[in-house]
């Protein structure tokens, strides 16, 4: 899973499988949303001493995100 599969699938080592792009789901889902990073609103308030763009972060951000979008999608 990630957010941002085209430019992830850029920098990382080639990785077989498939990939979950948050950012293609969202654009799906919520129709007009543009936005680059995932948002704390769109994914729950992260831990005060989570700072933003760093991996943790990012990560319970990103799958936050995820878990709202099946959430809506059922």
């Not at 699938?9 to 889902?29: F, Y």
């Not at 799958?63 to 959430?71: C, D, G, P, V, Y």
Request: proline share 7%; charged share 20%.
């Amino acid at each position: 899973m990630t957010h941002n599969a085209s430019f992830d699938r850029r920098v990382l080592p080639e990785m077989h499988g498939d990939w979950i792009c948050t950012i293609v789901l969202s654009r799906q889902l919520w129709l007009g949303i543009k936005y680059a990073a995932p948002q704390p609103e769109a994914g729950g308030d992260p831990p005060a001493d989570l700072y933003a763009h760093r991996a943790l972060y990012d990560c319970y951000v990103t799958t936050a995100l995820l878990s709202r979008i099946m959430e809506t999608s059922g």
